[in-house]
């Protein structure tokens, strides 16, 4: 089987290459797909794509000209395809739902506890042997309300933790977790959730009725010095609010390992050229904003887990077997 990997980094080929078992053909290709690249696709047999992949109707057009008959998807959301067209023209997709759920809750943990305890500018402090605590003071985890959005394999691995820390955990899922009611986490309305919690953590997909889900009325229902955690997907939150809120003081500190805009900004190396993203410059220049480029799955264990799911899902394709991860 022929494979077109788009958006490839130097450490998917590693992976792609060394858990290779199926011996399949691959070629990498730097940029994402776009319509402006689909046509690199066409004499593969299959492409594999990543979270900021453009596959809309057009590109899933092209794609279908040529002899593409399956999409898998390396990660596990999939908000970034037109599944319609891809039913009408009958191309299969599939995904990695599930890799290292712990891989992004233990990121969000260490993105809680960096703001809180403020290490980024302690390591800065101290590397530049100024070691004053002035400005630095945090607060205690322990007994504070965390408010968990989406209780899915991330949300549940993301309560256990936070659990360990003493803390209080309410939850807002239209479908509640057993496990994660077993834990001790209690579920409310969301507009319970958003007045009652002092850390508040995205962790549900990306849906047309999720999309900016925390705007201005979020934000003003929210607690004075609220926390915000989104390593979700970008869209989650409408980050000209954020901005405003935390202009306005209301926000305390934002976390995010996702971006709106991320699509133009992350995954690539720009310190030659700048952005030209005015949002996203506002956020980074705050100090009680905390920002990574969307590594929250980056371990070594989900890396592996990514790679042999996905040549697990061609294989079956190819064998004709059923698609356990078809989405
Ligand atoms: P999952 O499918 O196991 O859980 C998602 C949960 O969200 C489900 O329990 C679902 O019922 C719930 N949900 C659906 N609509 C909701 C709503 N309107 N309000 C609240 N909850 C709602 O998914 P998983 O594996 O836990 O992943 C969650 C999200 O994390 C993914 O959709 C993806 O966007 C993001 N993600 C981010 C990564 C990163 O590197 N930053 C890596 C992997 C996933």
Redesign the pocket.
């Known amino acids: 089987m022929k494979i077109a990997v788009f958006s490839a980094q130097p450490y998917d080929e590693e992976y792609f290459n060394r858990y290779n078992k199926y011996g399949y053909s691959l070629t990498f290709f730097k940029d994402r797909l776009c319509d402006k690249t689909a046509k690199l696709a066409l004499q593969h047999d299959a492409i594999c794509v990543f979270t900021n992949d453009d596959l809309g109707s057009e590109v899933i057009k092209t794609l279908a000209g040529g002899k593409i008959k399956i999409i898998a998807l390396r ?3 999939f ?1 970034n395809i037109d599944l319609q067209t891809t039913k009408d023209l009958n191309i299969a997709v599939v995904r990695v ?2 890799y290292s ?1 712990e891989a ?1 809750a233990e ?1 969000t943990i260490a993105l809680l506890l960096t703001l809180n305890r403020k290490l980024h500018q302690a390591h800065n402090r101290v590397k530049e042997n100024n070691f004053s605590l002035d400005g630095l003071m945090g607060y205690n985890l322990h007994k504070k309300t965390i408010g968990v ?7 549940l691995a993301f309560c256990r933790i936070m659990k360990g820390f003493g803390c209080s955990l309410l939850a ?4 509640p ?1 057993k496990d994660a009611e077993a834990l001790g986490v209690r579920y409310v309305p ?1 507009d319970e959730l958003v007045v009652s919690s002092d850390i508040i953590s995205l ?5 047309p ?2 999309h900016h ?1 925390v705007n201005e009325a979020f934000l003003e229902k929210a607690k004075q010095d609220v926390v915000l955690i989104n ?3 970008g869209k989650l939150v409408d980050t000209q609010a954020a901005i405003t809120y935390l202009k306005k003081g209301k926000i305390k500190a934002l976390a995010i ?2 971006y709106e805009k991320e699509e133009a900004i992350f995954f690539k190396d720009l310190s030659g050229t700048g952005i030209q993203d005015d949002q996203f410059k506002q956020l980074s220049a705050l100090p009680n904003v905390l920002i990574s480029a ?5 371990t070594h264990e989900a890396m592996y887990e990514i790679v042999n799911t996905t040549y697990q899902n061609l294989k079956c394709f190819e064998e004709n077997l059923i698609l356990e991860n078809t989405v």
């Open positions: 990660c596990a959301g908000n739902p599930t759920p992004v990121h959005i989406g209780t899915g394999s991330i949300g807002f899922d239209p479908q977790n969301l962790h549900c997909p990306l849906l009725n999720t889900l390593t979700s997907r390992d996702v969307h590594q929250a799955f980056f």
